[in-house]
Protein backbone atom coordinates (compact mmCIF):
# COMPACT_ATOMS: atom_id res chain seq x y z
CA UNK A 1 0.00 0.00 0.00
CA UNK A 2 1.67 2.78 -1.25
CA UNK A 3 -0.37 5.93 -0.05
CA UNK A 4 -0.11 4.49 3.81
CA UNK A 5 0.39 7.55 6.27
CA UNK A 6 3.48 6.85 7.50
CA UNK A 7 5.20 7.28 11.45
CA UNK A 8 8.88 8.23 12.85
CA UNK A 9 7.82 6.26 16.04
CA UNK A 10 9.28 7.85 18.53
CA UNK A 11 8.82 5.93 21.57
CA UNK A 12 6.74 3.59 20.23
CA UNK A 13 6.85 0.35 21.56
CA UNK A 14 4.93 -1.09 18.50
CA UNK A 15 6.93 0.28 15.84
CA UNK A 16 9.51 -2.50 14.88
CA UNK A 17 5.47 -4.32 14.15
CA UNK A 18 4.09 -1.35 11.99
CA UNK A 19 3.98 -0.80 8.39
CA UNK A 20 3.78 2.96 9.23
CA UNK A 21 7.24 2.71 10.61
CA UNK A 22 9.02 -0.20 8.91
CA UNK A 23 8.48 0.60 5.09
CA UNK A 24 9.52 3.91 5.46
CA UNK A 25 11.34 5.23 1.96
CA UNK A 26 13.58 8.02 2.28
CA UNK A 27 13.90 8.78 -1.40
CA UNK A 28 10.60 8.98 -2.00
CA UNK A 29 7.67 11.50 -0.92
CA UNK A 30 5.84 10.39 1.58
CA UNK A 31 2.88 11.83 3.49
CA UNK A 32 3.55 11.66 7.35
CA UNK A 33 2.05 12.08 10.71
CA UNK A 34 2.31 15.13 12.21
CA UNK A 35 2.36 14.20 15.95
CA UNK A 36 2.80 9.98 16.49
CA UNK A 37 -0.13 8.44 17.34
CA UNK A 38 1.25 6.11 20.00
CA UNK A 39 -1.62 6.41 22.73
CA UNK A 40 1.18 6.15 25.70
CA UNK A 41 -1.10 5.73 28.75
CA UNK A 42 -2.89 2.77 26.67
CA UNK A 43 -0.06 1.44 25.17
CA UNK A 44 -2.10 1.23 22.06
CA UNK A 45 -1.98 3.30 18.83
CA UNK A 46 -5.14 3.43 16.87
CA UNK A 47 -3.40 3.38 13.33
CA UNK A 48 -1.17 0.22 14.05
CA UNK A 49 -0.43 -1.33 10.20
CA UNK A 50 1.40 -4.50 10.53
CA UNK A 51 0.76 -7.85 7.99
CA UNK A 52 -2.44 -8.63 9.34
CA UNK A 53 -4.24 -5.24 8.70
CA UNK A 54 -2.61 -5.90 5.28
CA UNK A 55 -4.24 -8.66 4.44
CA UNK A 56 -7.74 -7.12 6.12
CA UNK A 57 -7.42 -4.12 3.64
CA UNK A 58 -6.48 -6.61 0.87
CA UNK A 59 -9.86 -8.64 1.50
CA UNK A 60 -12.13 -5.90 1.83
CA UNK A 61 -11.07 -4.04 -1.38
CA UNK A 62 -11.63 -7.41 -3.80
CA UNK A 63 -15.12 -7.71 -1.47
CA UNK A 64 -16.01 -4.02 -2.57
CA UNK A 65 -14.59 -4.32 -6.50
CA UNK A 66 -17.40 -4.68 -8.71
CA UNK A 67 -17.41 -8.17 -10.88
CA UNK A 68 -18.88 -7.18 -13.67
Not at 19 to 27: A, L, P, Q
Request: negative net charge; hydrophobic residues 30%; aromatic residues 16%.
Amino acid sequence: MEDLVKCTGEGCSLRDECHRFTKIDYYNKQMFFVEIPFDFERENCDFFWNDNAENLYQGIERLIKPTN
